[in-house]
């Protein structure tokens, strides 16, 4: 991988592997989330037009579940990482999970949407949201009862790909921590990074989908490695080489 003292620009991925040391089901382990609910029975728009109590209930849980979860030492680590590194960087997560804005990181953007936030489907107004939707509340916007979770679902265009690119377009690392590779376009991000130019290294419990894609592979719990590789580079990084 490329000098760390080389890199100005970093751009890093997070699935659910992040969030799992909080008590956040991933989504593909064992007993994982999608386990108890089968995806076509939640995540789609057809199942919400079809059954949308389901999957109101669903996400009603689900956003009620976080608020209890506190983040862990690779939230915080990339918080300390987002404060005190000079460059450019970004956290594109696929969490829909609040714990890296909860650990302090400020430059973070939701690819798959959060389960806080609630979109009109009657005047496309988002709104900060905590409480249930199944007894459908009014749109604090424009007052019809329209809400649902501002999640992206299968099917629908992850948030902000145009913001994606343009700064992969500017990196020299891109990270994958905590995600399988099993969803694009978030899964197709690393062979993008790399065409452009940028190192690429994989923080992983095991090796995922895409581990060939990556030039170095790290494998082992998030706790541990993302603090470690976070004070490798506050330690070289580019101020401390000027
Ligand atoms: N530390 C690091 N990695 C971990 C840990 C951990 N403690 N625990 C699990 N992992 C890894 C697993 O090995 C797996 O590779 O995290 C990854 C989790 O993969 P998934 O459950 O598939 O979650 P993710 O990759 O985020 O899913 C992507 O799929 O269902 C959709 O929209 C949903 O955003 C989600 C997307």
Redesign the pocket.
């Known amino acids: 991988m490329r000098d760390m003292n080389q890199i100005r620009n970093i751009v890093i991925l ?5 969030s ?2 909080s008590g956040i ?5 064992g007993g ?3 386990e108890q609910h089968r ?1 076509e029975d939640v ?1 789609t728009p057809e199942a919400f037009a079809r059954d949308p109590d389901l999957v109101q209930r669903f996400y009603d849980m689900r956003r009620a579940a976080i608020q209890e979860k506190l983040p862990n030492d ?1 939230h915080f680590a990339l918080a300390r990482l987002d404060a005190g590194w000079p460059g450019e960087l970004l956290i594109v997560t ?3 999970d609040d714990l890296h804005e909860r650990a302090g990181a400020r430059r973070v953007l939701h690819m ?1 949407g959060e389960h806080l936030k609630v979109l009109c489907t009657a005047c496309d107004t988002r709104s900060p949201w905590r409480a249930p939707l199944l007894d459908r509340p009014l749109c604090p916007a424009c007052g019809v009862p329209a809400l649902r979770p501002d ?2 679902w ?1 099917g629908e265009m992850p948030y902000q790909m145009d913001a994606i690119y343009a700064a992969l377009r500017g990196a020299d690392l891109f990270v994958s ?7 694009y376009p ?2 197709g991000l690393v062979r993008d990074a790399r065409d452009l130019g940028a190192a690429t290294l994989e ?7 895409g581990s060939h894609w990556f030039a170095e592979t790290r494998l ?4 541990q ?1 993302v603090p470690q590789w976070v004070e490798q580079m506050l330690a070289s990084g580019p101020d401390n080489n000027a």
């Open positions: 997070t699935g659910a592997g992040i799992a040391e089901d991933t989504f593909r382990g994982g989330l999608w995806v995540a690779a696929q969490n829909v798959h999640v992206v299968f921590i905590g995600t399988s590779g099993a969803v978030a899964a923080l992983n419990l095991e090796r995922s989908q082992g719990p998030a706790t490695l």
